[in-house]
């Protein structure tokens, strides 16, 4: 059975960080092209990150560059996604997400492109 369950979600002041956790059963991460999106309240889900298969080649949304880094450890069959500066506009249930199987050095942030969900984990950044 194919699953995705996310962790490291919680409570954070705006500021702060958190790093969430993507651990896959079922299928070995190394062969899939690997997301991390996000919905907010009444808004439509986001792609924030991913990270490719072949050289870990990796791409972020404008409004996450500089502050999310989003990393695979094979090994552990898990992705993380380390998140930094958190802004109350991060608040989001943030979903882990796989594409394949497949052997590619490009990943684009388009949901559709990804068949395969974890459950969620809720990030809310607040005073």
């Known amino acids: 059975q194919l699953q995705l369950v996310e962790s490291g979600g919680g409570l954070v002041q705006p500021g702060g960080s958190l790093r969430l956790s993507c651990a896959a059963s079922?299928?070995?991460?190394?062969?899939?092209?690997i997301g991390w999106f996000r919905q907010a309240p009444g808004k439509e889900r986001e792609g924030v990150s991913c990270?490719?298969?072949?050289?870990?080649?990796?791409n972020y949304a404008d409004s996450v560059k500089g502050r999310f880094t989003i990393s695979r450890d094979n090994a552990k069959n898990t992705v993380y996604l380390q998140m930094n500066s958190l802004k109350p506009e991060d608040t989001a249930v943030y979903y882990c997400?796989?594409?394949?199987?497949?052997?590619?050095?490009?990943?684009?942030?388009?949901?559709?492109?990804?068949?395969?969900w974890g459950q969620g984990t809720q990030v809310t950044v607040s005073s």
């Open positions: 990270i490719t298969n072949l050289g870990g080649i990796t």
């Open positions: 997400a796989a594409d394949g199987p497949t052997l590619s050095r490009r990943c684009v942030l388009s949901s559709g492109d990804f068949g395969s």
């Open positions: 079922g299928f070995t991460l190394g062969t899939y092209v």
